[in-house]
């Protein structure tokens, strides 16, 4: 309570003081109107240079080498191409074939009071969610029908549904789950407010599942797929120069080839990075300034792309989630030069599905013999009929939930019971964000400025619980001062936009919002945030023109109800109802539960003199209304 005080208090001395000393110039500005903005979002704006990357020997890491896709490669590697092809990899992400997904099916989620059913029609595959109307005996109102596009796991454990709406890549609510054989809710949705069919897959999403991926205009919600699942070149990166060099003049006499990446010859902390685009996750992911993850190239430095934060650590190695962290603080990794993911796991080992047991074993006696064990074999046959190594030393947890560790990747003496992942923190007091890899080679502007930027977007997840505003008091102190230290550029300009506009200081968060936004470099990737801060102060000014521009942009860049709403609004403000109502249906279509978007359709009818559309609408408002309230919801 006390911090939360003495935060109001910082934050109410900067708003009154603060602001002028750092920003005297802007306070003096003339008072802007609506029709500028067009201008003055042409006007060109600084944007500082980018860090340069940290070269490599393999010549397929700079822009000559491009991608040619594993067909290419299994012209000539059929062996690797068979190996990989049956390991869960290859099957990370597909075209869903609706012959071969599993069967249909209805279930009631009783949080959410929704009902859901998967049936084929077409021989597609679809997924519909639909409610209970006011009456027992009315027929259920279906809320959503998507046709299920592309399946994301291999289903090793569980297999989620991508489907596609007005133009995005959507999750699908529904999960089958190999160990139950059931369809349940996906993770993070079996709860009372789940968000149905409204969350994006964007980029961020993808790029670890998919094979290769591109953003279409540098919009993270747009994406071009090349190739639907992983594939060789995410690890041995672009094959353009090798391929040519193969055909043209047979086998390199080099030593080593160095127009592709071998990783089996790679030191273990350059191997480990190429596993690391995928397999290192913390709480908070930073991409470099000007770069996205998806210009990674296997060779080259992950930290020169994105920065992956963690909480820092007390020294409870239970809490330390992730498959590559963990591992980091065995003994066997530590005391030993070699041990790395790829002495227990190859990408071309087919034995990769069922394997537990004897095959580790065979890999712990590498380095240690049966009485290198603390417990005589006696004993450890007591308690373990097989004397599995892996029971004892890397034991697993009872997960199915994707991206959480199943099997503890500390190798090591464990308490019982020790669960391989973290529970999340549900502490109110803010913890440290630190980088999960060494960032020593980047400036220190651009350590802090990462650094900012990972606390704002924690801010954002659930697991920073109560201790929320202080994360954020951290991002506005760090990147409030790498602006002032002279750092230019739009997710910088975008965060500062956002933490102002929060605060009230609606004059500043336009400007930075509006520099976010004129940041046009081919590198700079669309500021959605900024173009909302834009939109919402100006629809509070009521200067309608200019947040109409802003929603519609918006409504481009990400899928959300809401943006419709408001550009509905703007609309009806400006006096063009046929528009409005248009708007409005395409938000009630994104979030078909909103009666409140009904009810705003059926006044905006009714005024327009049409009365059996605004009947129509107000019969849906009042039924979902009904609804809401036998579930006992506000
Ligand atoms: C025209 C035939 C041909 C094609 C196509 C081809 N390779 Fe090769 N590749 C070879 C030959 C021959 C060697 C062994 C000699 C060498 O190292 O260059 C090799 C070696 C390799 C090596 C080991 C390099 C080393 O340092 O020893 C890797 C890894 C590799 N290829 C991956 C790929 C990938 C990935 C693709 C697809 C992008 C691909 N190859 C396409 C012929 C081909
Ligand atoms: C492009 C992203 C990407 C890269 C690079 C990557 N992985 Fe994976 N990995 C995945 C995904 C996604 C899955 C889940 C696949 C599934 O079951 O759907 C996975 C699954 C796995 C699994 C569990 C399934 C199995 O095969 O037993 C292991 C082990 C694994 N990866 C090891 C590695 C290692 C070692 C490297 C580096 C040599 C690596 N991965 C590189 C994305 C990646
Ligand atoms: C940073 C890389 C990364 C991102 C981003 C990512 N995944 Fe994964 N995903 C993985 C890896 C690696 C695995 C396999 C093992 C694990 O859990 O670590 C996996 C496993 C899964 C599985 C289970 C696969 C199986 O065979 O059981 C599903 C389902 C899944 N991811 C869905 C998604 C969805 C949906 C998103 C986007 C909202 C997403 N993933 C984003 C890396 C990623
Ligand atoms: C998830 C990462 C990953 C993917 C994807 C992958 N590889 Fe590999 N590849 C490796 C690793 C690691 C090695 C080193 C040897 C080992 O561990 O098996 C390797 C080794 C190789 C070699 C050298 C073999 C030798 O003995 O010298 C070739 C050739 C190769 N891979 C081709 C391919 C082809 C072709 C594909 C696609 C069909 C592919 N790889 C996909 C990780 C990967
Ligand atoms: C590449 C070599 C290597 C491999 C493979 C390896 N270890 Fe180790 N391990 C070591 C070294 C080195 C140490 C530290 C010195 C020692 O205790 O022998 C160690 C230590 C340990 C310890 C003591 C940990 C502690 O915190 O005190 C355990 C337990 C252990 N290993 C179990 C295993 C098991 C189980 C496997 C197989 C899943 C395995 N190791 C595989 C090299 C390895
Ligand atoms: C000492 C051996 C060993 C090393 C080293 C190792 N793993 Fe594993 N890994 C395992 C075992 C054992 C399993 C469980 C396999 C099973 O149940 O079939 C596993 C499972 C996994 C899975 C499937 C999800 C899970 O948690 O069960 C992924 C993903 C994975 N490992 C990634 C990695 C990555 C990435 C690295 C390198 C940072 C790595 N592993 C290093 C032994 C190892
Ligand atoms: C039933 C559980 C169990 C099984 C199975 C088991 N261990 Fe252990 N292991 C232990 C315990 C407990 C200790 C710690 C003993 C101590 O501190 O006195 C230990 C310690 C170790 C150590 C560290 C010894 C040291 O001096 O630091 C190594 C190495 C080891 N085990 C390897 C193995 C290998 C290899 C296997 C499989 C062949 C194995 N263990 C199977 C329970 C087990």
């Known amino acids: 309570m006390r911090r939360l005080l003495l935060n109001i208090l910082v934050v109410a001395i900067l708003v009154v003081c603060g602001w002028y000393v750092l920003y005297p110039a802007r306070f003096d500005a003339e008072p802007q109107t609506d029709d500028s903005l067009t201008a003055r979002l042409k ?74 059913r998967v049936h ?48 995005f890549l959507v999750e699908s609510p529904l999960t089958w789950y190999a160990s139950k054989r059931r369809w349940l809710m996906s993770p993070g949705y079996d709860r009372p407010n789940h968000r149905g069919f409204r969350r994006v897959i964007s980029i961020d999403c993808l790029f670890c599942h998919a094979g290769r991926v591109e953003m279409v205009n540098g919009q993270r919600n747009k994406v071009r797929l090349f190739e639907h699942s992983i594939a060789c070149e995410s690890c041995h990166g672009p094959g353009s120069l090798h391929v040519a060099q193969e055909k043209a003049a047979g086998p390199s006499t080099e030593e080593p080839d160095l127009t592709i990446v071998h990783l089996g010859r790679l030191p273990r902390a350059e191997q480990e990075r190429i596993c690391a685009q995928c397999h290192l996750r913390g709480v908070a992911s930073v991409d470099a300034r000007g770069r996205h993850i998806t210009d990674y190239r296997p060779g080259l430095k992950l930290t020169d792309f994105r920065v992956e934060y963690g909480l820092e ?257 703007c609309l009806r403000e400006m006096g063009d109802t046929q528009a409005a109502i248009q708007a409005l249906q395409t938000a009630s279509e994104i979030d078909p539960a909103r009666s409140d978007i009904h009810q705003t359709i059926a006044e905006i009818a009714t005024t327009a003199g049409r009365p059996s559309l605004a009947g129509k609408h107000d019969k849906q408002a009042r039924s979902l209304r009904s609804f809401t309230r036998r579930r006992g919801r506000p």
């Not at 595959?125 to 409610?131: D, K, N, P, S």
């Not at 959480?404 to 440290?432: W, Y």
């Not at 900012?452 to 990147?479: I, M, N, P, V």
């Open 43 to 116: 006007t060109p704006v600084e944007t500082s240079p980018t860090t340069p990357i940290t070269p490599s020997h393999f010549l397929n890491t700079t822009s000559q080498a491009t991608y040619v896709g594993k067909e290419q490669c299994a012209e000539c590697h059929s062996d690797q191409h068979k190996s990989f092809s049956e390991t869960p990899h290859s099957a990370a992400m597909a075209v869903v074939e609706a012959d071969a997904e599993p069967p249909d099916a209805t279930f009631q989620h009783d949080l959410s009071g929704r009902s859901y």
């Open 313 to 569: 650590q007390s020294d409870d190695s239970m809490t330390v989630v992730g498959h590559i962290q963990q591992m980091r603080l065995s003994r066997c990794y530590q005391e030993s030069a070699e041990l790395t993911c790829t002495t227990c796991h190859s990408p071309h080992d087919t034995t990769t599905a069922v394997r537990r047991g004897e095959y580790f074993r065979q890999k712990c006696f590498e380095c240690h013999r049966s009485d290198s064990c603390g417990l005589d074999e006696s004993d450890r046959s007591r308690q373990d009929v097989e004397d599995n190594c892996l029971a004892c030393h890397m034991p697993r947890g009872g997960t199915d939930i994707p991206h959480f560790v199943f099997t503890h990747h500390r190798i090591g003496v464990h308490k019982p019971n020790e669960l391989p992942h973290a529970q999340l923190a549900t502490d109110s007091a803010a913890e440290t964000l630190i980088p999960l890899l060494d960032v020593s080679h980047l400036p220190q502007i651009e350590q802090d400025r990462g650094l900012g930027l990972a606390y704002l977007r924690f801010s954002e997840t659930e697991q920073a619980g109560l201790a929320k505003l202080d994360y954020r008091q951290k991002s506005l102190e760090l990147l409030e001062d790498v602006y002032r230290r002279g750092l230019r550029g739009p997710d910088l300009e975008e965060a500062l936009a956002i933490l102002f506009g929060e605060r009230g200081a609606s004059q500043e968060a336009m400007q930075f919002a509006e520099s976010a936004v004129r940041h046009r470099s081919k590198s700079a990737f669309d500021t959605m945030n900024a173009w909302a801060v834009l939109g919402n102060i100006q629809y509070k000014k009521k200067q309608f023109e200019g947040a109409r521009q802003a929603f519609e942009q918006l409504t481009k860049l990400r899928r959300a109800s809401q943006d419709w709403v408001m550009l509905g609004g």
């Open 120 to 167: 084929r029609r077409d021989s597609q595959l679809r997924h519909e969610e639909a409610i209970q109307s006011g009456d027992e005996d009315e027929e259920a109102h279906v809320l959503s029908d998507h046709v299920a596009r592309y399946v994301l796991g291999s289903g090793h454990h569980s297999r989620t549904y991508v489907v596609q709406a007005n133009g």
